[in-house]
């Protein structure tokens, strides 16, 4: 059930006025306590967080904000879904397990992933995260084939570790001199052409792993051609290399299958999971492989997280994969048909020179004439009330499975109104 803001004069409406008030002015001004304390990569976009319901943000003033970015996938069932915040407030378990200690709900986790993951996946590793999902995958690939060269896509994202960022974008070196060596990296368009080129790297047989996304979300929902996904299953098969594959974002529904594997019958030696997982109650992930890998490397991987798979983000990641069984294929239906909905509107827009929508589900991508007019649009719709993402020259749009029509309607009138 949607959450109403508090009305005027509740102590939730006076803590909104107080919050705004601390980003907009006085001794201690939220922009500059951020700027001076907190860490992070450029400048903070100008919302102030104050609460979230269904497919939007609240900020501290009690404005709402359309939410077509669920936290970059993670929120893929709205925010405020009811069984997942009755599982984060009704546990009642322990603080915290050690890593050598039995677990029920652990083994229970473990073995739901194992049933709905594709083809032989079985084996979960725990982790708090989609970075450390891949380092995971990273290590569990050289234990396997004692080999240590990998193969990736060109600006795709993997995470923000030394390893996930040796896979990750080309222009990572210029400022890491010493991320691993021996990755290597195929550029878009994935098709027959691309394929050449992995099996020119594959046949020497010192690759590791080829790891990509399904539908690569960063590169503004790129789907790759079905020959490629297959031709390079069929190639890491013929020379020895695991297939990784990095749903961490394209998990859990996002492109109209629970994972986006399924669009291309893909059955991966390893996958990467995170995000939607929780649906944005606790940091949780996993590297599910094979059993007969999980046996050979046993005594060589030791993926230790001190907080992974904490007892309070199991018990809502329960939750969330029973909810996502229970509603599965009203929920997939919901996604197709809103994938389809996006992708009609935006090809209709009239964009300022060439676009091109793309994407599957609500995994949605535009890609526009320059890094400039992407940014504009993006800083225009934040002032609207709507969320999108605005990198380089591509605008992403991931809205909730469950998004409505009149919010998706809503949205994208906003969104055409920028251009």
Request: proline share 4%; with cysteine.
């Given at each position: 059930?949607?959450?109403?803001?508090?009305?005027?004069?509740?102590?939730?409406?006076?803590?909104?006025?107080?919050?705004?008030?601390?980003?907009?002015?006085?001794?201690?001004?939220?922009?500059?306590?951020?700027?001076?304390?907190?860490?992070?990569?450029?400048?903070?976009?100008?919302?102030?967080?104050?609460?979230?319901?269904?497919?939007?943000?609240?900020?501290?003033?009690?404005?709402?904000?359309?939410?077509?970015?669920?936290?970059?996938?993670?929120?893929?069932?709205?925010?405020?879904?009811?069984?997942?915040?009755?599982?984060?407030?009704?546990?009642?378990?322990?603080?915290?397990?050690?890593?050598?200690?039995?677990?029920?709900?652990?083994?229970?986790?473990?073995?739901?992933?194992?049933?709905?993951?594709?083809?032989?996946?079985?084996?979960?590793?725990?982790?708090?995260?989609?970075?450390?999902?891949?380092?995971?995958?990273?290590?569990?690939?050289?234990?396997?084939?004692?080999?240590?060269?990998?193969?990736?896509?060109?600006?795709?994202?993997?995470?923000?570790?030394?390893?996930?960022?040796?896979?990750?974008?080309?222009?990572?070196?210029?400022?890491?001199?010493?991320?691993?060596?021996?990755?290597?990296?195929?550029?878009?368009?994935?098709?027959?052409?691309?394929?050449?080129?992995?099996?020119?790297?594959?046949?020497?047989?010192?690759v590791a792993a080829f790891i990509?996304?399904?539908?690569?979300?960063?590169?503004?929902?790129?789907?790759?051609?079905?020959?490629?996904?297959?031709?390079?299953?069929?190639?890491?098969?013929?020379?020895?290399?695991?297939?990784?594959?990095?749903?961490?974002?394209?998990?859990?529904?996002?492109?109209?299958?629970?994972?986006?594997?399924?669009?291309?019958?893909?059955?991966?030696?390893?996958?990467?999971?995170?995000?939607?997982?929780?649906?944005?109650?606790?940091?949780?992930g996993a590297v599910i492989t094979?059993?007969?890998?999980?046996?050979?490397?046993?005594?060589?991987?030791?993926?230790?997280?001190?907080?992974?798979?904490?007892?309070?983000?199991?018990?809502?990641?329960?939750?969330?994969?029973?909810?996502?069984?229970?509603?599965?294929?009203?929920?997939?239906?919901?996604?197709?048909?809103?994938?389809?909905?996006?992708?009609?509107?935006?090809?209709?827009?009239?964009?300022?020179?060439?676009?091109?929508?793309?994407?599957?589900?609500?995994?949605?991508?535009?890609?526009?004439?320059?890094?400039?007019?992407?940014?504009?649009?993006?800083?225009?719709?934040?002032?609207?009330?709507?969320?999108?993402?605005?990198?380089?020259?591509?605008?992403?749009?991931?809205?909730?499975?469950?998004?409505?029509?009149?919010?998706?309607?809503?949205?994208?009138?906003?969104?055409?109104?920028?251009l």
């Open positions: 059930m949607p959450r109403a803001a508090a009305p005027t004069g509740t102590s939730a409406s006076r803590s909104f006025a107080s919050e705004h008030a601390v980003a907009t002015g006085g001794p201690m001004n939220l922009r500059e306590l951020d700027s001076r304390y907190f860490g992070r990569h450029g400048e903070a976009k100008d919302v102030v967080v104050g609460d979230s319901a269904d497919s939007q943000l609240i900020d501290a003033r009690g404005r709402r904000y359309i939410d077509f970015m669920m936290g970059w996938c993670v929120g893929n069932l709205g925010w405020g879904n009811t069984e997942l915040r009755a599982a984060a407030r009704s546990f009642d378990g322990p603080d915290y397990v050690h890593p050598d200690y039995l677990y029920r709900p652990w083994a229970q986790l473990a073995e739901m992933l194992a049933g709905i993951t594709p083809g032989k996946l079985a084996v979960s590793y725990r982790t708090t995260g989609g970075t450390e999902s891949v380092e995971g995958a990273l290590q569990i690939a050289m234990a396997y084939t004692g080999r240590g060269a990998f193969v990736s896509i060109d600006d795709a994202y993997h995470g923000n570790s030394i390893g996930t960022m040796s896979i990750g974008a080309s222009d990572h070196r210029e400022t890491f001199k010493n991320l691993l060596r021996n990755c290597h990296r195929i550029a878009p368009p994935l098709d027959l052409k691309a394929l050449g080129k992995l099996e020119t790297l594959l046949k020497k047989r010192n990509m996304e399904p539908i690569i979300c960063n590169l503004g929902a790129l789907v790759p051609e079905t020959d490629f996904m297959r031709g390079a299953r069929a190639l890491c098969s013929r020379y020895g290399t695991l297939f990784i594959a990095d749903e961490v974002a394209t998990g859990f529904g996002r492109t109209g299958k629970l994972f986006a594997c399924e669009h291309f019958d893909l059955d991966p030696d390893v996958m990467c999971i995170s995000k939607a997982i929780t649906g944005g109650y606790g940091g949780l094979t059993p007969k890998i999980a046996k050979a490397v046993k005594k060589d991987v030791n993926l230790y997280s001190t907080y992974g798979w904490h007892p309070l983000a199991v018990a809502v990641a329960l939750a969330n994969l029973r909810y996502l069984k229970r509603h599965r294929t009203r929920l997939l239906k919901n996604t197709t048909a809103m994938g389809d909905y996006f992708l009609g509107r935006l090809g209709s827009m009239a964009f300022k020179g060439r676009a091109t929508a793309r994407g599957k589900g609500v995994a949605i991508g535009v890609e526009v004439q320059s890094e400039r007019y992407a940014t504009k649009i993006g800083d225009a719709c934040r002032k609207r009330g709507l969320l999108v993402s605005a990198e380089e020259n591509l605008l992403m749009l991931f809205p909730a499975l469950n998004v409505t029509g009149p919010i998706a309607q809503r949205g994208l009138d906003i969104f055409e109104e920028c």
